[in-house]
């Protein structure tokens, strides 16, 4: 092959990788922009792959008052309520946020128990009660949160990053708390190694909204930066 043809190739495969490379790191760099229906009693189902259209806020309203005014959403929230109150951690002025928060019922429950500065997010907002933001990638300065809480550990695509999430943006000495299902002691401690700043406090088995669980306590102990 002529040596100048050979140049050219070359040069040609370096831009190709350098194409590929930003090409990777702006996927990397984007939020997912899923438009899945969060709640599971919700059958409606969107009219394109991507029926994000802005419902106007008299029907989100009318919306809402059906939902919260349902028997199984109220069970539910004084479930979370009641969850809560045994976990004993809670004052009016704690900063709480729940991860993969579903639909709000444990934000609900904090607002009805006095927590003045809850924060919810899930993967698909649900307003008011939670945002939208990836569980894995939290839109959340460092050790801003008293407390952070998910139930939904299990169902997440990286557990190891959504707990270093959730423990990043918790003080110094502030907890982690998940409710998972109801596990025994080896569970318990793969669960609690998944936390590298912050020692385990202890676990309860508890009835949430029905089901067996396990809730386990963490508390924060070193900063981020050391
Ligand atoms: C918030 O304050 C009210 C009134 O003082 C009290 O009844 C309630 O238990 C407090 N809530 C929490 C979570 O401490
Ligand atoms: C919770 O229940 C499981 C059995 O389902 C048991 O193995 C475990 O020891 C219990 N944990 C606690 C803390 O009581």
């Known amino acids: 092959m002529e040596r100048h043809v050979q140049i050219f190739l070359n040069r040609l495969s370096y831009a190709s990788i350098a194409i590929a490379t930003l090409t990777l790191l702006?996927?990397?760099?984007?939020?997912?922009?899923?438009?899945?229906?969060?709640?599971?009693?919700?059958?409606?189902?969107?009219?394109?792959?991507?029926?994000?259209?802005?419902?106007?806020?008299?029907?989100?309203?009318?919306?809402?008052?059906?939902?919260?005014?349902?028997?199984?959403?109220?069970?539910?929230?004084?479930?979370?309520?009641?969850?809560?109150?045994?976990?004993?951690?809670?004052?009016?002025?704690?900063?709480?946020?729940?991860?993969?928060?579903?639909?709000?019922?444990?934000?609900m429950a904090l607002a009805?128990?006095?927590?003045?500065?809850?924060?919810?997010?899930?993967?698909?907002?649900?307003?008011?009660?939670?945002?939208?933001?990836?569980?894995?990638?939290?839109?959340?300065?460092?050790?801003?949160?008293?407390?952070?809480?998910?139930?939904?550990?299990?169902?997440?695509?990286?557990?190891?990053?959504?707990m270093s999430e959730m423990e990043r943006t918790v003080r110094d000495s502030g907890a982690c708390v998940v409710a998972v299902e109801e596990c025994g002691d080896m569970e318990v401690g793969e669960i609690v190694s998944l936390f590298g700043k912050s020692r385990f406090v202890g676990a309860v088995n508890v009835t949430l909204s029905g089901l067996r669980m396990t809730r386990i306590v963490m508390r924060r102990t070193k900063r981020i930066s050391s």
């Open 112 to 162: 009805q128990m006095g927590v003045a500065d809850v924060t919810a997010v899930e993967v698909v907002e649900s307003p008011p009660l939670v945002d939208r933001a990836d569980p894995h990638n939290l839109p959340f300065f460092d050790e801003v949160f008293d407390l952070a809480f998910s139930a939904h550990l299990a169902e997440a695509l990286f557990p190891s990053r959504f």
């Open 26 to 107: 702006f996927v990397f760099l984007q939020t997912p922009d899923t438009c899945v229906i969060s709640s599971s009693s919700n059958l409606r189902f969107p009219k394109s792959s991507c029926d994000s259209s802005p419902r106007a806020a008299t029907t989100l309203h009318k919306k809402n008052t059906r939902l919260w005014s349902s028997r199984s959403w109220q069970s539910k929230v004084s479930s979370y309520a009641a969850f809560f109150r045994d976990l004993g951690l809670l004052h009016n002025h704690s900063k709480v946020l729940c991860v993969s928060a579903g639909a709000g019922h444990e934000a």
